[in-house]
């Protein structure tokens, strides 16, 4: 079966302070994808990555960056954090592009203060 | 762009009554379809997609959907509906290279 890990399931943080979600697939898929999810609106793409070093944004890239230096890991870093970015952030990741079946991993709960 | 429109937010049913959430998306190519479901406190899944060929997919746990392209839709059933299918759906669409999520229809079946 396909595990994609999340390093946190929940998270507080201030404020302004740097914050790292990472994911981790075990898969060697090429493709790996940044959500948030909200009440009501669904899940939004923030970032995703096709191959080691490469990103591309997505619908909502703002106040967020990411980094894939191995094929198996992709980080998003919230540079100074705020209050509405407090949400549900989910990774996927697959095999090939979009078409292909996207593969969850249980999410991290962020809420800032 | 391609776009995804869920015709319910919540959804209310008792066991055993049949289930149809209705989804619908704009997308100019060809299209892949999914659905997939979020139960309380797990990992969002897939359901079922639509790729080519046979436009009634069948599914997960007794679920089906038909792609209908004149209509530009792709709605979800289930002919008898349980406990424990309460969760949150939502239907994808994908163009070339990304999911594009719908908002949602979160189900609950009373028992």
């Known amino acids: 079966d396909v595990k994609v890990t999340q390093s946190s399931r929940y998270l507080v943080k201030r404020t302004g302070e740097k914050v790292f979600l990472e994911c981790v697939q075990d898969?060697?898929?090429?493709?790996m994808f940044w959500y948030r999810q909200d009440p009501g609106l669904g899940l939004r793409l923030i970032y995703f990555?096709?191959?080691?070093?490469?990103?591309e944004k997505g619908d909502i890239p703002e106040g967020y960056s990411v980094s894939r230096e191995k094929k198996e890991r992709f980080s998003l870093i919230l540079e100074s954090a705020s209050t509405n970015q407090t949400s549900m952030y989910l990774c996927?990741?697959?095999?090939?592009?979009?078409?292909?079946?996207?593969?969850f991993g249980p999410g991290t709960r962020l809420t800032v203060l | 762009a391609q776009s995804v429109s869920q015709h319910n937010h919540h959804v209310i049913l008792s066991e055993a009554a049949s289930l149809e959430l209705g989804c619908n998306y704009s997308?100019?190519?060809?299209?892949?379809l999914f659905w997939y479901v979020q139960y309380p406190g797990q990992h969002l899944q897939l359901l079922l997609k639509?790729?080519?060929?046979?436009?009634l997919v069948k599914g997960i746990k007794g679920f089906e959907a038909e792609f209908i392209k004149s209509k530009f839709s792709f709605n979800l059933r289930k002919p008898s509906v349980q406990w424990s299918d309460t969760a949150e759906y939502f239907c994808?669409?994908?163009?070339?290279?990304?999911?594009?999520f719908g908002k949602g229809t979160m189900l609950l079946v009373s028992p």
């Open positions: 898969m060697d898929h090429e493709n």
């Open positions: 997308y100019g190519g060809t299209v892949n």
């Open positions: 990555s096709y191959d080691v070093k490469m990103k």
């Open positions: 994808a669409v994908s163009g070339y290279s990304t999911l594009t």
């Open positions: 996927a990741s697959s095999r090939s592009e979009g078409t292909d079946t996207q593969y």
């Open positions: 639509y790729f080519s060929g046979d436009p």
